[in-house]
């Protein structure tokens, strides 16, 4: 099998666990994981994903959406690592002075669907964290 492909794995003996989902041929081939989790794993960019999955957006007008407030150069920071990545496609009108809005390619708009079964879940799951937390606080003390 070639480097970055996923390798198929047998199922576990009974009892040995659930099937991994994805498996690497080796520690440093990372199935383009690590790539990914990069990006979607900082503090900014899946809010600026689930804002423009909305539709276009000038730039302050994006930055005013994402809660917790995100200054202007963390915004340009991440917007530009999105576009990077295929994610965003930003354009700038020529006017003065310049206009700047921001949307998702089709690949950004493709990862919506991840963000959102990720959302779902942690809604689904909330509840059995929070106890899970506070039997693991109460176990600390």
Do not use: N
Request: charged content about 25%; some cysteine.
């Amino acid at each position: 099998m070639s480097v970055g492909h996923t390798a198929v794995t047998t199922p576990p003996a009974p009892g040995a666990g659930p099937e991994p989902v994805i498996s690497c041929e080796t520690p440093q081939d990372e199935c383009g994981v690590r790539d990914v989790l990069d990006r979607l794993g900082d503090k900014w960019s899946v809010y600026v994903v689930v804002e423009l999955a909305s539709g276009v957006l000038r730039f302050k007008e994006l930055q005013r959406r994402i809660h917790g407030g995100i200054s202007q150069r963390m915004l340009t920071l991440t917007v530009r690592r999105l576009e990077r990545d295929g994610l965003v496609e930003r354009t700038v009108h020529p006017t003065i002075p310049p206009q700047v809005e921001y949307e998702l390619t089709e690949l950004g708009h493709s990862l919506t669907h991840l963000v959102k079964a990720l959302a779902d879940w942690s809604i689904d799951h909330r509840p059995a964290i929070a106890a899970a937390r506070e039997r693991y606080d109460a176990a600390q003390d």
